[in-house]
């Protein structure tokens, strides 16, 4: 069975500094992919980046990228220039074709 | 934008009880899916529906759930008989292709058992 691990339930973050959120997975496939979603207070659930575990570069979106580490099978969300908006949980998830497994999640707060 | 809708957003019902959770999925998305997230936990995966069939279900999609595409728009989840361990946010999502497409959640309703 796949499984995802977020080892850190929570993480604070300066205004303007970096923070990287841990993500690792367990799986025997070969053909998957990797997300970062962020729930805000609303519940919404937020598509951040996405990272398919056959391409080597690593994923970037404005201040947010990942290091995907697939032998590892670690896949880490870096936020730049963190912002008050930025606060909220953020779940790390795997899938293969149509089961989308995520980790437990991890609240990060941003200090002013 | 285009956007999931999930109708309601708040469903209180007692335990035994026959519950409806309703979604209207992007209009051109051939994918959907259940979630549920108990209060602060994870997201768990409950089914994914495409061609008018179940594709995918998780241990949790017992014999109490059962889903439905009764007409072009809507997208169903329905639990026979409620239980208490029941009381969760229940998101629906939909994708317009498997694999690395992005899926698209609704707000959720939150279902409260009592």
């Known amino acids: 069975a796949q499984t995802v691990t977020q080892s850190q339930p929570e993480m604070s973050v300066q205004e303007a500094e970096t923070v990287t959120l841990s993500c690792t997975y367990d799986?025997?496939?070969?053909?998957?992919?990797l997300f970062w979603y962020k729930q805000p207070p609303s519940r919404q659930m937020i598509l951040v980046i996405r990272q398919e575990a056959y391409k080597q570069q690593n994923a970037t979106e404005n201040r947010f990228s990942v290091n995907f580490q697939k032998a590892a099978k670690s896949f880490s969300l870096k936020i730049s220039d963190s912002q008050l908006g930025d606060a909220a949980m953020y779940f790390c998830a795997y899938r293969t074709h149509n089961d989308m497994r995520f980790g437990a999640g991890t609240r990060l707060t941003v200090k002013p | 934008e285009p956007e999931v809708t999930q109708t309601p957003s708040h469903q209180v019902t007692q335990m035994g009880q026959e519950v409806i959770l309703r979604c209207v999925p992007i209009?051109?998305?051939?994918?959907f899916y259940w979630y549920r997230q108990i209060l602060g936990q994870k997201v768990e995966f409950l089914v994914s529906f495409y061609n008018n069939e179940i594709s995918e279900k998780s241990e949790i999609f017992d014999d109490q759930f059962s889903v439905e595409r009764p007409d072009g728009s809507n997208f169903t989840l329905k639990i026979r008989s409620t239980k208490l361990e029941d009381s969760a946010m229940y998101f629906c999502?939909?994708?317009?292709?498997?694999?690395?497409?992005?899926?698209?959640f609704g707000p959720g309703t939150r279902l409260t058992v009592t």
């Open positions: 799986t025997s496939e070969s053909d998957y992919y």
């Open positions: 209009s051109n998305h051939l994918y």
């Open positions: 999502a939909s994708s317009e292709q498997q694999g690395p497409y992005e899926q698209y």
